[in-house]
């Protein structure tokens, strides 16, 4: 079975820049959540979406939006980018409490 | 509220020698808790959760966890560690107070060092 998969695995935008993250669930799992991973910190919670509704949302500015597709994928879009706006961001799928993420996307901002 | 405290930034052991993470939590609720490894340019791997069954949680690669839950701790312990264990380790804690409104809480991670 395929995993949590995340697209692109890399990229890079300037300042002020939008970016749109992509993340295919596994199959069967409703729930989707993100996460942002700052070099050499733990990653911190963004958004949780369950059958395309926002279930809880971290602390993270207006700039930081998702929504969840009706085949469960879901998109985080950033806008208005920033230096600080660079990490690795991960998305977990999960069902009955457990979580498996995907490799991530590391976005750069230049 | 949940949180989580790992209480060493990094860790080193010989090979071959006991390993011990600690992990300290808070959470208003009965919490669910995790144990997830990153190796370097990786995603995160579950090694173990703990949803209030067994105290004494086995994982995968011969880790296992204790729930102590007088003493809000969830540490992590291999008896033998192998180069391979070269890694950051994240303890997590969930509460389901808010059906998931608030994720996962991750620590700000023990990075694992193995001596040859």
């Known amino acids: 079975d395929a995993g949590v998969t995340q697209s692109p695995t890399h990229l890079i935008k300037t300042r002020g820049q939008q970016v749109t993250l992509r993340c295919s669930p596994i199959s069967g799992h409703k729930s989707v959540s993100w996460y942002q991973q700052v070099l050499g910190q733990g990653p911190q919670f963004i958004f949780q979406y369950y059958e395309k509704e926002e279930r809880g949302r971290g602390n993270f500015p207006d700039r930081f939006s998702a929504r969840q597709f009706p085949n469960y994928s879901s998109e985080l879009n950033v806008n208005a980018l920033l230096l600080g706006d660079s990490a690795l961001y991960l998305c977990?799928?999960?069902?009955?409490?457990?979580?498996?993420f995907g490799s991530g996307t590391r976005l750069t901002v230049v | 509220a949940q949180s989580v405290t790992q209480l060493d930034s990094h860790v080193s052991v010989s090979e071959g020698t006991p390993v011990l993470l600690r992990c300290n939590y808070s959470?208003?609720?009965?919490?669910?808790l995790f144990w997830y490894v990153q190796h370097p340019n990786k995603g995160l791997q579950l090694l173990l959760k703990?949803?209030?069954?067994?105290?004494l949680v086995k994982g995968i690669n011969g880790f296992e966890a204790e729930f102590k839950k007088s003493e809000t701790s969830f540490h992590l312990t291999k008896p033998s560690a192998h180069m391979s264990d070269a890694a950051e380790y994240f303890c997590?804690?969930?509460?389901?107070?808010?059906?998931?409104?608030?994720?996962?809480?991750f620590g700000k991670g023990t990075h694992l060092i193995i001596q040859p």
């Open positions: 959470s208003s609720y009965s919490p669910s």
């Open positions: 977990a799928s999960s069902l009955m409490g457990g979580y498996t």
């Open positions: 997590v804690v969930s509460d389901h107070s808010g059906g998931g409104a608030d994720g996962l809480t």
């Open positions: 703990y949803t209030s069954a067994a105290t």
